[in-house]
């Protein structure tokens, strides 16, 4: 935070320091728990490693009253297209802590049902690799998002936020025009886009 | 027990068995497989507990469709292994086992072992137009995944892996 | 100073504060807000939430029976029917022309309840 100190009796700061202190401090959580990292999450809103300290004391399961999506558990190819409407509902600002190897890499299921990482379909601001990361690895993790936010400025163009809703739109008029499923239309892309060299879809 | 009483029923059906531990295989050939399933039906093993298969690419008889049976009555149970080539279709449980259905959906799916008689042979786990049979030895441990960790950038984060 | 006006003073108070709070709220999220919060709607944002799948049905809204509207609409008038009883009841006096005016009032009342009754309004399986 930029502050200057007239004889400590003044304190000035910018806008921008002002409602990032904000934001960083109340992270409300979305929990996307889908396998053991969500107990390991549960472990870490109990009394005894608190997130709620850090301000995120109101654990919303609805994507419309949260800003923090935490990713807690194995995604699979069938569950990509429900992660990408979670996430395409929450409203910005929002941000994504990918917890756990599954939801950072695709874990230790390298198969074909498996979502590798799911950076191939949604952006994705910190990640906390464990199986399961212990509760201080996951808090570090917030702690981490929290000085990512410090360091961010109200005119910040987002361009992966646009670049995903993009790829929403491609995803469903895919879907449209050849009656493919959701996972069946994110898989074309995700060849796609491997055949373009580029790691994601969006 | 139930060995001893196949051998002395259906004299010549078991052509391999091996017990560890408490456990009881036995292997049989495809065409005395429905009598088996009748007798072992009679003894008692009316529980369907599980069919899967598995994959030996370099045997002949590519396939090995296991199928497991336990004995309410008496608590035994038994492994019945049935060797079928690629492409050769195997006899359906559906008629006597409800549970046979979706295993042998399953295994359809997952192997491509058909079974004949069997009321709707659908692909189960994946869907319906999906290429290949992913618990083949052959089939490429990510489906086919043509993603790799070198030499794919990820676009945000000015490219930056970080 | 004995005001006359002096028991309502605090409640003017009270009004002027709630008031002026109203406005600020209004002014900082109309005007200020907009400038710091970020603006980005778009068509996936506000479809129907239903976990993430695509939705099933064709809305939460659908029709149901209007025999709940009639129920509560035969109560309240009764309702209201025996809520004027109540005072008059207390204050009653014993004269003829206080048990008449009573009576005529229950008697307009009683007509329409004879209608309702006539038009089934009271069963609940037609």
Same mark, same amino acid.
């Given at each position: 935070?930029?502050?200057?100190?007239?004889?400590?009796? =003044?304190?000035?700061?910018?806008?921008?320091?002002?409602?990032?202190?904000?934001?960083?401090?109340?992270?409300?959580?979305?929990?996307?728990?889908?396998?053991?990292?969500?107990?390991?999450?549960?472990?870490?809103?109990?009394?005894?490693?608190?997130?709620?300290?850090?301000? %995120?004391?109101?654990?919303?399961?609805? @994507? !419309?009253?949260?800003?923090?999506?935490?990713?807690?558990?194995?995604?699979?190819?069938?569950?990509?297209?429900?992660?990408?409407?979670?996430?395409?509902?929450?409203?910005?600002?929002?941000?994504?802590?990918?917890?756990?190897?599954?939801?950072?890499?695709?874990?230790?299921?390298?198969?074909?049902?498996?979502?590798?990482?799911?950076?191939?379909?949604?952006?994705?601001?910190?990640?906390?690799?464990?199986?399961?990361?212990?509760?201080?690895?996951?808090?570090?993790?917030?702690?981490?998002?929290?000085?990512?936010?410090?360091?961010?400025?109200?005119?910040? /163009?987002?361009? $992966?936020?646009?670049?995903?809703?993009?790829?929403?739109?491609?995803?469903?008029?895919?879907?449209?025009?050849?009656?493919?499923?959701?996972?069946?239309?994110?898989?074309?892309?995700?060849?796609?886009?491997?055949? /373009?060299?580029?790691?994601?879809?969006? | 027990?139930?060995?001893?009483?196949?051998?002395?029923?259906?004299?010549?059906?078991?052509?391999?068995? $091996?017990?560890?531990?408490?456990?009881?295989?036995?292997? =049989?050939?495809?065409?005395?497989?429905?009598?088996?399933?009748?007798?072992?039906?009679?003894?008692?093993?009316?529980?369907?507990?599980?069919?899967?298969?598995?994959?030996?690419?370099?045997?002949?008889?590519?396939?090995?469709? =296991?199928?497991?049976?336990?004995?309410?009555?008496?608590?035994?149970?038994?492994?019945?292994?049935?060797?079928?080539?690629?492409?050769?279709?195997?006899?359906?449980?559906?008629?006597?086992?409800?549970? %046979?259905?979706?295993?042998?959906?399953?295994?359809?799916?997952?192997?491509?072992?058909?079974?004949?008689? $069997?009321?709707?042979?659908?692909?189960?786990?994946?869907?319906?137009?999906?290429?290949?049979?992913?618990?083949?030895?052959?089939?490429?441990?990510?489906?086919?995944?043509?993603?790799?960790?070198?030499?794919?950038?990820?676009?945000?984060?000015?490219?930056? !892996?970080? | 100073?004995?005001?006359?006006?002096?028991?309502?003073?605090?409640?003017?108070?009270?009004?002027?504060?709630?008031?002026?709070?109203?406005?600020?709220?209004?002014?900082?999220?109309?005007?200020?807000?907009?400038?710091?919060?970020?603006?980005?709607?778009?068509?996936?944002?506000?479809?129907?939430?239903?976990?993430?799948?695509?939705?099933?049905?064709?809305?939460?809204?659908?029709?149901?029976?209007?025999?709940?509207?009639?129920?509560?609409?035969?109560?309240?008038?009764?309702?209201?029917?025996?809520?004027?009883?109540? @005072?008059?009841?207390?204050?009653?006096?014993?004269?003829?022309?206080?048990?008449?005016?009573?009576?005529?009032?229950?008697?307009?009342?009683?007509?329409?309840?004879?209608?309702?009754?006539?038009?089934?309004?009271?069963?609940?399986?037609?």
């Amino acid at each position: 935070m930029s502050e200057m100190n007239f004889n400590d009796a =003044v304190m000035t700061t910018r806008l921008d320091a002002v409602v990032n202190w904000g934001r960083k401090n109340s992270l409300w959580p979305m929990p996307f728990g889908v396998a053991c990292c969500a107990i390991e999450f549960m472990s870490m809103m109990a009394s005894k490693y608190d997130l709620s300290r850090f301000g %995120a004391e109101a654990m919303r399961f609805s @994507p !419309r009253q949260s800003d923090m999506m935490l990713v807690l558990g194995t995604i699979t190819n069938k569950m990509a297209p429900v992660l990408r409407t979670i996430y395409a509902q929450m409203a910005e600002p929002k941000w994504v802590i990918s917890v756990g190897v599954c939801a950072s890499s695709g874990g230790m299921y390298r198969t074909y049902s498996t979502l590798q990482g799911i950076d191939r379909v949604i952006p994705v601001d910190v990640y906390v690799p464990g199986c399961p990361p212990r509760p201080e690895s996951m808090i570090y993790g917030v702690m981490k998002l929290q000085e990512k936010i410090e360091k961010e400025s109200l005119s910040m /163009r987002k361009d $992966h936020i646009e670049r995903f809703y993009e790829s929403l739109d491609r995803q469903e008029a895919l879907q449209a025009a050849k009656g493919l499923t959701g996972q069946q239309a994110i898989r074309e892309m995700m060849f796609d886009a491997a055949d /373009r060299g580029v790691g994601t879809i969006f | 027990m139930i060995i001893e009483h196949i051998d002395t029923q259906l004299p010549g059906t078991v052509t391999d068995r $091996h017990a560890f531990r408490g456990d009881q295989t036995i292997v =049989v050939a495809k065409d005395s497989f429905l009598p088996l399933v009748d007798l072992l039906y009679r003894e008692g093993f009316q529980l369907l507990v599980d069919i899967t298969a598995v994959d030996w690419p370099e045997r002949e008889q590519r396939f090995d469709v =296991v199928y497991h049976w336990l004995n309410l009555a008496s608590q035994e149970r038994l492994r019945v292994k049935v060797p079928v080539a690629d492409g050769e279709a195997m006899l359906s449980l559906t008629g006597r086992f409800k549970t %046979a259905d979706w295993f042998e959906r399953e295994v359809f799916d997952m192997f491509g072992v058909r079974f004949e008689g $069997h009321p709707n042979l659908k692909r189960l786990l994946t869907w319906d137009d999906f290429p290949g049979h992913p618990l083949r030895k052959d089939f490429p441990l990510d489906g086919g995944d043509a993603f790799c960790m070198e030499g794919c950038t990820a676009p945000y984060n000015n490219g930056e !892996r970080g | 100073m004995a005001h006359p006006a002096s028991p309502f003073l605090s409640v003017l108070i009270l009004l002027l504060i709630a008031g002026v709070t109203a406005l600020i709220i209004l002014v900082l999220s109309g005007k200020v807000l907009p400038l710091l919060k970020p603006n980005n709607p778009k068509a996936a944002k506000l479809r129907v939430y239903e976990c993430g799948v695509p939705i099933q049905q064709d809305g939460a809204r659908h029709k149901y029976t209007v025999r709940f509207y009639l129920t509560a609409m035969l109560f309240i008038l009764f309702d209201v029917e025996a809520a004027f009883l109540f @005072p008059w009841a207390v204050n009653f006096k014993h004269a003829l022309w206080t048990f008449g005016a009573m009576l005529s009032f229950m008697a307009t009342l009683l007509v329409g309840f004879i209608y309702a009754w006539g038009k089934g309004a009271f069963e609940w399986e037609r």
